[in-house]
């Protein structure tokens, strides 16, 4: 798995990123351990969980 990268995640609906972390901890769970797919997978969950807790601090946009 690619690493998902912070400034693609900029613009996405934080459903869109419900979804993004759903998948990518379905992918994580079939990553065998010490592989870089497997640190990938979760460099982008912490990239994806912070980009969740962003759009809650901020709000929606009025």
Known sequence: MRLIVASELDNLPETALH???YRVQQE???TEPDTTERANALASLENI???IIT???KGPGF
Do not use: E, P
């Open 19 to 21: 979804s993004k972390f």
């Open 28 to 30: 994580l769970a079939f």
């Open 49 to 51: 969980n912070r980009a």
């Open 55 to 57: 759009r809650r601090v």
